[in-house]
Each structure stands twice: as structure tokens, then as C-alpha cells.
């Protein structure tokens, strides 16, 4: 089974939002603050924007990372493809052309922490989560390409 980074296409919108509510549905801790409609119409404007790039596995997407430049907007996987390093593969995709990113990610998420942290980032910052859509206290990471 071959995995492959491709550029978003409009009508992939389905499957990325789809994809994104998986994760809201899968995270106890997280509440639903838009609906399954808005987070397709969500992932479409991503798509539109250029910010997308999906993971085809056999066909089908099995994640997406959404970015502007150094900007990580989210990246989620099908819950079948995660920890085959399809989230690293996104990753160092960026790596390879960014001489640095920064990105958020909620304080509940003990598992994207780790992820990050195993892939060179850094804690720079913590909130109590009253600049995010959730209102959960999240954490900024940071990567630069060279640091330690």
C-alpha cells in the first residue's frame, strides 16, 4: 500500500471534512463548535486557498495537512492511518521547504504534543484558550530549521 502527498483537488473537500469531524467525534475532550456542513465548507475554502495537500493511501485520502507557508492550520488523519507515518511524511514535507513553522495545538492533545516534540518543535507559548474557536488552553509550537 502506497502512500502519496498530492496538492488538494475541490472535490476532495468532502473527504478532508469528513476527516475533520472524525477527529472532533474521536477527541472527548473537544467540543463540536461547527457543524459537519461547516467543516466541509471549511475544508473547501482551505482547498480553494492552496493550503491543502491530502495523503492518497489506495486511492483513497487518508489524512491532509493544511498550511500556509510556515503556518501549520491542522493536520488530521483517518483514524486507520494513523502512526504508519503518514502525519511525519506531512511533516517533513514541510520541513524540506520551510526554514521554519509554528503551529497550535490544544494542551488536552497529550498525543500531538509528543508528535511535535519527537519532530524538532518547541513549546513557545500557552494560552487559556480564549483566542481559539474551542476555548481550550492550547500551546504554540515552533520549528526552525538548524535549532537543536
Given at each position: 500500500m502506497t502512500?502519496?502527498?498530492d496538492v488538494a483537488r475541490p472535490l476532495?473537500?468532502?473527504a478532508v471534512g469528513a476527516i475533520l469531524?472524525?477527529?472532533t467525534d474521536d477527541a472527548p475532550?473537544?467540543?463540536r463548535v461547527h457543524s459537519?456542513?461547516?467543516e466541509i465548507r471549511f475544508a473547501a475554502d482551505m482547498i480553494d486557498a492552496g493550503w491543502v495537500q491530502v495523503a492518497r493511501k489506495n486511492g483513497a485520502i487518508a489524512g491532509f495537512l493544511s498550511r500556509d507557508g510556515a503556518d501549520i492550520h491542522?493536520?488530521?488523519l483517518d483514524p486507520a492511518a494513523q502512526r504508519q507515518g503518514v502525519g511525519r511524511a506531512f511533516v517533513q514535507a514541510a520541513?524540506?521547504?520551510e526554514p521554519a513553522l509554528r503551529l497550535w495545538v490544544y494542551q488536552a492533545n497529550k498525543n500531538a504534543q509528543a508528535f511535535y516534540r519527537a519532530l524538532g518543535f518547541r513549546e513557545t507559548q500557552r494560552t487559556d484558550g480564549a483566542g481559539n474557536d474551542a476555548r481550550l488552553p492550547d500551546i504554540r509550537f515552533e520549528w526552525q530549521r538548524g535549532a537543536g
Open positions: 502512500v502519496s502527498l476532495d473537500a468532502g469531524s472524525q477527529a475532550w473537544l467540543p459537519r456542513a461547516q491542522g493536520l488530521y520541513q524540506a521547504v
